[in-house]
């Protein structure tokens, strides 16, 4: 076994949230820091180029290839399960959308964890630290941070039409899905450079690689915490054939995201001990939550054939469509390349007793059966809506010592019966914006689910036919109270019951936000580093 060296701070995970914290933690160059993944440093050209997502994900280069176990919500379906695999985590392979959620969710967080600094009046200032809004700087949004923030680079007439039909629906358009309340439709703002996907490598790793005082390591797959009885004090990880270790003079930090983190403390036998006990694994840490509340996004894929109007399935079945379109990415940094796999947003109530948007909408002017199938060969549009505030609750668990194993992920999609009614009135809801006379003129004809489906009880069963996740897991190391059964991390993102540990990730998450998880994953790492900085100094005097 081989000693890599002791440090001020392991960072474990090198994806959003890893990124962020080496580049904080570095910003003192009295401070040393090890930022550990377990992907490579990927500089593949379809990390680059925004519609390489259809390349990357399920791709074994980029993209763990993890799958659900059978879901009964799902009708018994295995779906895939895509994690981003190297520096940049899933920023390597997402749908680049920005956005932050809505200030109730915040609010939630603060009543649940007793912390009024992750209300919204306070997570906002952090939001802001490290955007690059292409408005510029205001009240609601920041200039000048690592986090870029622009408008989308081509147009769909077929996404103007379902605008207008949302408005006709009673959907106004708004300017700007960030401000708090995320009501209505508008095109999606990406994290997006002059056409070229903008990850967290790019924005927050690359501007000091150089630091001498950040160690970074890939290919460094983590296995488990080094514990001396109630203190953490490195991390046992594998460097191709070799075992190494390495210790931390102040903290370790996990960011190894809702999968990876709660992975690594079971290994560690930090978990429920009944668990631990049937693989075998010593229990170094009770601590029953760890890897339960696992909550994500189910969208349902409505499909509409149309008539006399453009969409990318056709583009993409012509060469000549597709020579147009490198054409204009390489000599415009624009058109279908740079597309988002989104990108028309709507925020709708699922009915007007909810007090706040509780249905998000991913519309795509293309269409196909499951992803990694090629486009339908007529032309359709789909219309993806999801619940943004489940209630179904799922679990994440190691099958066996390897950390080279895939992790039992069982997200347990539409187990809980208000998510099943919510299903059937969002699936009614995109019938009722398709029928409005703004789209009339294309004559648009429902291929999925399908028009035979009508009852509530027959579209919950229609929505597990056509459900996937639009991959937003989160809650595995759920952040709260010290009497919560069920939480891992404190609101200061410490383990509860053990030092020298944070867990920095979308994992404590005690709920999810209303709406993508990506950016609210920086701001989190930007509060821990914040913590981690504060410590640190009372630490050294």
């Not at 039909?165 to 106004?172: L, M, N, R, V, Y």
């Amino acid at each position: 076994m081989k000693h890599f060296g002791e440090f001020d701070f392991i960072v474990v995970g090198g994806g959003a949230a890893g990124c962020v914290l080496a580049n904080r933690l570095s910003a003192d160059p009295s401070v040393s820091v090890l930022l550990l993944e377990a992907g490579n440093d990927e500089k593949w050209i379809w990390t680059k180029i925004p519609a390489g997502y259809l390349f990357c994900i399920n791709n074994p280069r980029t993209d763990w290839c993890y799958k659900t176990e059978s879901e009964p919500g799902l009708n018994s379906r295995s779906i895939i399960y895509a994690r981003g695999k190297g520096l940049g985590g899933s920023t390597l392979i997402n749908g680049m959308i920005y956005m932050r959620g809505q200030a109730r969710d915040y609010e939630q967080w603060a009543q649940l964890t007793g912390d009024s600094n992750w209300n919204w009046s306070n997570v906002l200032p952090l939001f802001k630290r490290s955007e690059d809004h292409w408005r510029g700087a205001n009240e609601m949004h920041g200039a000048g941070g690592e986090w870029r923030v622009e408008q989308q680079r081509l147009s769909w007439e077929i996404l103007d039409r379902f605008a207008e039909a949302a408005a006709q629906a009673g959907i106004s358009a708004t300017r700007d899905f960030n401000t708090g309340n995320n009501f209505g439709v508008s095109q999606f703002e990406v994290n997006q450079k002059r056409g070229i996907r903008w990850n967290t490598v790019r924005a927050f790793l690359d501007p000091v690689r150089k630091r001498p005082n950040l160690t970074i390591i890939a290919n460094a797959l983590s296995d488990k915490l080094i514990i001396e009885g109630k203190q953490v004090r490195g991390i046992e990880f594998r460097l191709g054939n070799e075992i190494c270790t390495a210790t931390s003079r102040i903290e370790t930090i996990l960011a190894a995201g809702s999968l990876g983190s709660p992975a690594i403390l079971q290994r560690s036998g930090i978990g429920d001990p009944a668990f631990l006990q049937s693989l075998g694994i010593s229990i170094a840490h009770a601590l029953p939550g760890v890897g339960n509340n696992l909550q994500d996004h189910l969208q349902l894929r409505s499909v509409y054939k149309v008539q006399g109007i453009k969409t990318l399935n056709a583009q993409m079945r012509s060469l000549f469509g597709k020579a147009m379109m490198g054409l204009e990415y390489i000599l415009r940094r624009r058109g279908p390349l740079t597309m988002a796999p989104s990108q028309l947003g709507l925020f709708a109530h699922s009915d007007e007793s909810v007090a706040t948007p509780d249905l998000e909408y991913h519309v795509q002017p293309l269409s196909l059966e499951k992803f990694g199938d090629p486009l339908h060969a007529f032309p359709a549009f789909t219309a993806s809506v999801c619940d943004l505030r489940p209630l179904s609750r799922g679990s994440t668990h190691i099958c066996d010592k390897d950390p080279a194993s895939a992790p039992k992920i069982a997200p347990c999609y539409l187990s809980h019966e208000a998510d099943r009614i919510k299903a059937a009135k969002a699936l009614r809801l995109t019938r009722r914006i398709v029928a409005q006379s703004a789209l009339a003129r294309y004559n648009p004809q429902e291929y999925l689910p399908g028009a035979d489906f009508t009852t509530d009880e027959q579209l919950a069963f229609a929505a597990g036919n056509i459900g996937t996740t639009i991959f937003h897991p989160i809650g595995t190391c759920k952040m709260g109270r010290n009497d919560d059964p069920h939480a891992v991390v404190d609101s200061e993102l410490k383990l509860l019951g053990m030092q020298r540990l944070r867990i920095v990730d979308a994992s404590i998450m005690p709920t999810i936000t209303s709406g993508n998880t990506s950016s609210p994953t920086i701001m989190i790492a930007e509060r821990g580093a914040e913590l981690i900085n504060k410590a640190r100094k009372q630490f050294s005097e």
